[in-house]
């Protein structure tokens, strides 16, 4: 049974870093792609990157590109977040599907994850 479970959010002050994890279990990461989505107070659910469970390969979305990577250790992924902004502000999910025919990308892009987390809220506000 797959399992995700997030940690790491909290109230955090305007231009300091943070660090999410997704802890998993109940499957073997290797042949999975494990993502992070936020959805914002209000907003839909966007996601926000991806990492193949082999670690072969990584994406963030592009407007986030300098600010946020992904990274896995074992079976836990991590999400660093630099440069907080008050439009980070949301719940952040972790997500994990067997890797198949699409990439990474087109999956993040396509929301295309059969297994979620109960996410964790970041506030950012000063």
């Known amino acids: 049974q797959v399992q995700l479970v997030e940690s790491g959010g909290g109230l955090v002050q305007p231009g300091s870093s943070l660090r999410l994890s997704c802890e998993t279990s109940?499957?073997?990461?290797?042949?999975?792609?494990i993502a992070w989505f936020r959805q914002a107070p209000g907003n839909v659910r966007d996601g926000v990157s991806c990492?193949?469970?082999?670690?072969?390969s990584t994406y963030v979305a592009n407007y986030l590109k300098g600010r946020f990577t992904i990274s896995r250790e074992k079976d836990t992924v991590f999400l660093h977040i630099s440069s907080l902004i008050p439009g980070d502000t949301g719940v952040y999910f972790c997500a994990a599907e067997p890797l198949r025919l699409l990439s990474i990308a087109s999956m993040t892009r396509l929301a295309h994850f059969g297994s979620w987390g109960k996410g964790t809220l970041v506030t950012v506000s000063s």
């Open positions: 109940g499957f073997t990461v290797d042949g999975y792609a």
């Open positions: 990492i193949s469970g082999n670690d072969v």
